[in-house]
């Protein structure tokens, strides 16, 4: 990746619409920096023979408890303590 100077990142947070004073520039510089620093990290890793993903922790069905629907005896006890409701049913908004 190329660095770009300070003065090329104004411009172009000024071509975003970005009104930036000089010391949000210089700190928001600065974070890009890190970032891209950060990223370049991540391209020395060494990745072969891992395969792709699209999720970065590994999900297990036996970890989720089964959705069961139960039928209430008591169906106004469960709305007592909703905040919004109408009729027999909560209002979510």
Known sequence: MSKISKHE????????????DDQQVDELYC???NLINALAELKSLPIDGLDPTDYCVALSAHKLREDIAVKHQHPEELLQ?????????????
Do not use: G, M, P
């Not at 990142?9 to 930036?20: G, I």
């Open 9 to 20: 990142f104004k411009q172009l947070a000024a071509s975003l619409y970005f009104d930036l």
């Open 31 to 33: 974070e890009s920096e």
């Open 81 to 93: 303590n909703a905040k919004n409701r109408k009729d027999k049913f909560v209002v979510v908004k």
